[in-house]
Nanobody, 116 residues
Framework: QVQLVESGGGLVQPGGSLRLSCAAS????????MYWYRQAPGKERELVAI????????TYADSVKGRFTISRDNVKNTVHLQMNSLKPEDTAVYYC?????????WGQGTQVTVSS
């Protein structure tokens, strides 16, 4: 079965950095684009970044462009989100997602808190 397990969240001061990871299993990872979303308290879940199968195409939300970088390792079946220059408004639970034959799968999420 499809499994996505996020890790790397935590508490960081404004201006700091974190690297999130999502370990994938149960499907042929290299064949699917991967997504990072986030959900802040009281807000809807929003798309943060997308990476294509070949790692040649990435897309970012305007709010994170220039600060976040999505990447993937098709050998280790892992997708990463490098987050730099973090702001308090980046505080959220971060989720990875994959869509396989029309069905979407989510991980359990990892909490990122940006606070001094």
């Amino acid at each position: 079965q499809v499994q996505l397990v996020e890790s790397g969240g935590g508490l960081v001061q404004p201006g700091g950095s974190l690297r999130l990871s999502c370990a994938a299993s149960g499907f042929t990872f290299r064949n699917y684009g991967m997504y990072w979303y986030r959900q802040a308290p009281g807000k809807e879940r929003e798309l943060v970044a997308i990476i294509s199968t070949t790692d040649s195409s990435t897309t970012y939300a305007d709010s994170v462009k220039g600060r976040f970088t999505i990447s993937r390792d098709n050998v280790k079946n892992t997708v990463h989100l490098q987050m730099n220059s973090l702001k308090p408004e980046d505080t959220a639970v971060y989720y990875c997602r994959v869509v396989i034959r029309g069905s979407g799968y989510w991980g359990q999420g990892t909490q990122v808190t940006v606070s001094s």
